[in-house]
């Protein structure tokens, strides 16, 4: 099992790491937020850390990327979860916005949680991004997303990203400017937390 916990000490020694914050949150928070069996998309994933540590903890994970990064995560996710997991998790491309309906049709695919570290830069995809998280995120999904504050451009995203969803800040990490965030679609989150905690 990584210990997220470890490594979250040296997080200002190393690069500030998003997925690290968010690994914490789901490590220290299992029961609370329960992965156990629970349907999970990573959007951004990267090297794959947030996919491997909810799959460690009992999810369905599907880790997504763009195109050319999915040597590495893939090669990444198995050699950190193989025979070490309930489930095996899957490596699938996510390149926002496009063709969401024809490999995640809304029909078929349900999310219990969308996960999401350090998504939001200076990229030129915030509406393709907007998009995804719209499309995948049915009314009973939660929205796990650690965000860094960097310039106001970026900042504005959370704004358009509160036309759609309800947002609320489950840890803040003041000195590396990174928030994590809890997020549902608007009107949900209330009758979600009164069946469960996270
Ligand atoms: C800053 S990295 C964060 C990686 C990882 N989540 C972490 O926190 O370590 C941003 C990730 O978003 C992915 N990304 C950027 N633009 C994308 C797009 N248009 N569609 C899908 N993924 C994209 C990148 O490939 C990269 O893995």
Redesign the pocket.
Known sequence: MIRAHKVLALIEAIQP???LVLCYFLETNSKQCNLVDKNVIE?????G??SIVASLLGAFVTAT??PE?LGNLQHNVLQNTKQKCKHQPCVKE???GIDLEKNFPRSSCHFDYIMA???V?H?P?LD?LLLTFDHLCKNDTVILWAMKFRLENENRFVDRFQTLFDLEIISNFPSLNIILYKAMRKGRMNARSSKLKI
């Open positions: 790491t998003h997925a959007i951004g994933a990267g090297t850390l947030v990327d763009l990064l996510l390149s926002w570290a350090d998504v830069y990229h995809f393709e």
